[in-house]
C-alpha cells in the first residue's frame, strides 16, 4: 500500500520545539517534491513548507521563516520539518504531501497543541 505517515506531533508549552517525520511506505520519495501543510480548527489548510526533491530548494511561509527547518533523507525515505521557538498559532494539525508529475500522496495529519 502507498502512503505517507507523519509522527511527531505533540503538546509542547510555547516556546518549545517539535520534529515532525513524514516517512514514505511502498514508494520511494527520491524523486518527489514534499510539502508540510497545516489546518487549524475552522481556518483553510494552508502551506508551511516544502523542499525540492533533491533537497537544493526550500521555502517558508513568512509565519515560519527563522523557526522552522525542512529537511529530507532520502535513505531513511523520510521528510522533516524541526520547529522552534513554537507559539500558540502554530497549534494545527500537520500534513506532508507528495508530488511528483501527476502522482500525489497526502498523509493523514499529526496533531501539534502548543499551549502552557
Known amino acids: 500500500q502507498l502512503q505517507l505517515v507523519e509522527s511527531g506531533g505533540g503538546l509542547v508549552q510555547p516556546g518549545g520545539s517539535l520534529r515532525l517525520s513524514c516517512a514514505a511506505s511502498?514508494?520511494?520519495?527520491?524523486?518527489?517534491?514534499i510539502g508540510w501543510f497545516r489546518q487549524a480548527p475552522g481556518k483553510e489548510r494552508e502551506g508551511v513548507s516544502c523542499i525540492s526533491s533533491s533537497g537544493g530548494y526550500t521555502n517558508y511561509a513568512d509565519s515560519v521563516k527563522g523557526r522552522f527547518t525542512i529537511s529530507r533523507d532520502n535513505a531513511k525515505n523520510t521528510v522533516y520539518l524541526q520547529m522552534n521557538s513554537l507559539k500558540p498559532e502554530d497549534t494545527a494539525v500537520y500534513y506532508c504531501?507528495?508530488?511528483?508529475?501527476?502522482?500525489?500522496?497526502w498523509g493523514q495529519g499529526t496533531q501539534v497543541t502548543v499551549s502552557s
Open positions: 511502498g514508494f520511494t520519495l527520491d524523486y518527489y517534491a
Open positions: 504531501k507528495a508530488v511528483r508529475l501527476g502522482w500525489i500522496y
